[in-house]
């Protein structure tokens, strides 16, 4: 049998079933083409994308590619795709869609145009010059209203139909009866969807760097210029000025004709982000994020496509827009867990980033005053190339810190969520004009048990988390080992009766502000008050331009915002975040106290901090207290790898879920068994716990169990993993797996 060259296509088709490359023949094809194929039994026109090239034994069976209809992917994508799907354990289709503009694969349009276009019907003059001033002193006589109509479309040119009217004050029936007459053309014409058109930028030119600074612009402008891949840990301090060491690393790679993403970890720091970026380097940058229309989004994705955009702004989903020549990515207060997607594909946008660096030949900036525990590693190891600011920009100090023990404000007959002294110094805010923040971690599901007289909060004996209360049944569970009690109705520390499960929100607090302050002004952001197009935006710029008293929100609040006029932050519960059942909490404890306390003080007031808790004397809150990320560091890192969690090893979560519970347990079961089985076979170091019902162990009428695997989840794993998961399983049953998750629910 002789041999024929074949396209290896992917097919546009969510089925787990077809997750693999079919062979085709054809006549003209490239890498990263969108094509029409002939797909199943019933030869059905199917889209897929071609994603490489290989030779198969000639066959009457083989089928033959209908229609190329153009590039969809670049080389670049096509290899970050083949590497996504073995990364993420997922499947050829969940990392099309990612890498995809909204509609592209639907086959009913050539190209990208599988969305379309936004279309506006505009009017144009059709008639001669010559006659034009015949026509318009007759219609001046009989139809004073076309005439003026006609004398707009003469002095503008192309006018869209709505703005027409207005103009000329009068109605369609007149435009109408111009188009009629063979005097005006009414078409189509496509409008890019910009949400930011009104927007006014002001100029800025570059700071004067200072020696810290200076040290690492020069360091990573040496990079771009040898188009160099380097990972790069840059960690300074809050308000230390990360933002205009990457305002110059940028600007410069711009200036020498490359590219750049800068992702930040929040929709609401986009606004300021942007705002900076475009004020300094013109109207080449673009936003991008999942809080613009998907038509804004379609519009803003070609733009980036066409070349017509140098730096591209945005959240998570902005790191697979199609920039080519990269010369930088910045990954803004790069220890967010919203870098990492809880939706398939279960990426991690700082090593999508770091992977497409790689594959640019660029370096990737990892920015923050607290890196993540997995980068800070990684910079001791070498992995990355560390750069450090130690001081405020222009020897701004930081905030005084006061710790306050709430475990005497009940015994002293305050029974508000606000100590007395929070309070009091909210009040001295209020008086002098200052503005005052006010944070309050709301996570999740997880509700712990903690005493209000002692501060003993209820942790696992096995995995050193914190046991979470589940009311139904009144008992105390960890979610990593099953570890079980009952809860308590006495401190068994200090026998009080005080013990209670903890859990407050955003707009208690707010009503107490406005009980307690009734002449302040107070605004709210959270998940339900930043709901609506640009609410974050709006916010911001309210409390920033209307100078309000004080705002009160959630974890969206503590990074990267920068208001000069913020002299006071208060931290409302630092316990709800450090007792909570996820091996990361003393991390994220440490990084939302020290970024939200950074976020006072920036201008030429002297901040302040209040932290409010029950444990005062907790390693976590006076680490985060002294902005100490040195000594957390070590203490951290200690405790992980004695338990060997991530950075020393890694947590594998699989979930599955179906409406018939038997049918749930029993593929559990069965994933539980070729895992043990595999990994045995191999060789593989590794812990399984469980099958258990999940933390949540119904949704939706869904009957919910999972595993927990701790491995080291390199390549080959992974690859294992992705193979036993991506079975096709019952109609109603759905695997779900994700490697060090945001969250065990």
Same mark, same amino acid.
């Given at each position: ?16 079933? =077809? ?376 020897? =701004? ?349």
């Amino acid at each position: 049998m002789s041999l024929v060259k074949v396209a290896k296509v992917i097919i546009n088709n969510p089925s787990k079933a =077809v997750d693999k490359c079919f062979d085709y023949m054809f006549d003209e094809a490239c890498i990263g083409d969108h094509v029409i194929v002939p797909f199943g039994r019933g030869n059905t026109k199917t889209d897929g994308v071609v994603i490489g090239f290989g030779e198969t034994e000639e066959s009457d069976k083989l089928k033959k590619i209908d229609c190329v209809l153009g590039r969809i992917l670049s080389q670049r994508d096509v290899n970050l795709l083949k590497w996504m799907r073995t990364r993420c354990v997922c499947t050829y289709y969940d990392c099309l869609k990612e890498l995809l503009p909204p509609g592209a694969m639907s086959g009913k349009n050539k190209g990208y145009g599988g969305f379309g276009d936004k279309l506006l019907k505009y009017a144009s003059l059709c008639l001669e010059p010559e006659l034009f001033d015949e026509v318009l002193s007759e219609l001046e006589k009989k139809a004073p209203a076309q005439a003026k109509v006609l004398d707009l479309l003469n002095q503008l040119g192309e006018i869209p139909v709505v703005h027409l009217g207005e103009l000329a004050m009068t109605t369609r029936g007149t435009i109408s009866a111009l188009k009629k007459k063979g005097y005006i053309n009414i078409f189509d014409k496509s409008v890019e969807r910009n949400p930011f058109s009104e927007e006014k930028i002001v100029t800025t030119q570059p700071l004067k760097p200072n020696a810290e600074q200076k040290n690492a612009i020069d360091y990573i402008n040496s990079k771009v210029d040898n188009n160099e891949f380097c990972g790069i840990l840059l960690r300074g301090i809050t308000g230390s000025g990360k933002t205009e060491v990457y305002l110059q690393a940028v600007a410069h790679a711009v200036e020498n004709n490359k590219k750049a993403i800068i992702l930040v970890p929040e929709i609401s720091l986009t606004p300021q982000m942007s705002e900076r970026f475009k004020s300094r380097l013109g109207k080449k940058v673009a936003v991008f994020h999942s809080g613009l229309s998907i038509g804004e989004r379609y519009d803003c994705w070609n733009k980036i496509k066409s070349g017509e955009i140098d730096v591209v702004v945005g959240a998570r989903s902005a790191i697979f827009t199609p920039i080519d020549n990269i010369g930088i990515i910045v990954i803004d207060e790069e220890h967010e867990n919203s870098y990492k997607s809880d939706m398939s594909p279960k990426y991690d946008a700082r090593e999508v980033a770091e992977e497409i660096c790689r594959l640019e030949n660029a370096p990737l900036v990892l920015a923050s005053a607290t890196p993540s525990m997995k980068s800070a590693y990684r910079a001791v190891k070498g992995d990355l190339q560390l750069l450090q600011i130690k001081n405020r920009y222009n020897n =701004v100090e930081l905030p005084d810190v006061n710790i306050v023990d709430l475990r005497y404000e009940l015994s002293n007959g305050n029974k508000s969520f606000l100590s007395i002294a929070l309070q009091e110094e909210i009040r001295k805010n209020i008086e002098s004009g200052q503005q005052t923040i006010l944070f309050l971690n709301r996570r999740g599901f997880s509700t712990f048990v903690s005493c209000r007289s002692c501060g003993y909060a209820a942790m696992c004996p096995e995995c050193d988390i914190a046991l979470t209360y589940h009311k139904f049944n009144d008992t105390l569970v960890c979610h990593y080992c099953g570890y079980t009690i009952n809860n308590y109705s006495v401190c068994p520390k200090c026998k009080s009766s005080a013990i209670r499960y903890f859990g407050i929100g955003t707009q208690k607090v707010e009503e107490e502000l406005k009980k307690l302050f009734p002449t302040a002004s107070v605004i709210r952001m959270d998940n339900d008050t930043t709901r609506g197009k640009l609410a974050h935006h709006k916010i911001l710029k309210k409390f920033s331009e209307e100078k309000i008293d004080i705002l009160v929100g959630t974890q969206m609040i503590t990074k990267g915002l920068d208001f000069p006029n913020v002299s006071l932050v208060g931290v409302l519960a630092a316990d709800m975040m450090l007792y909570v059942d996820d091996y990361q909490a003393s991390e994220r404890t440490f990084q939302l106290i020290t970024q939200v306390c950074g976020r006072a003080g920036r201008g030429n007031t002297k901040g302040r901090a209040v932290i409010q808790t029950y444990s005062p004397d907790h390693w976590v809150i006076e680490c985060a207290s002294h902005q100490d990320f040195k000594e957390f560091y070590k203490k951290e890192i200690y405790l992980r790898k004695s338990m060997n969690y991530p950075p020393f090893g890694d947590i594998v979560n699989i979930i599955v879920s179906g409406q018939n519970g038997n049918d749930v347990k029993n593929t559990i079961s069965d994933i539980s068994r070729n895992i043990c089985s595999k990994f045995k076979d191999l060789g593989v170091e590794h812990t399984l716990l469980g099958p258990t019902p999940a933390p949540l162990s119904k949704i939706n009428n869904k009957f919910r169990w999972r595993v927990i695997l701790k491995c080291d989840a390199s390549e080959k794993e992974r690859e294992i993993l992705r193979e036993i998961v991506t079975v096709p399983q019952k109609v109603d049953v759905n695997v779900s797996l994700d490697i060090n998750p945001n969250n065990m629910m």
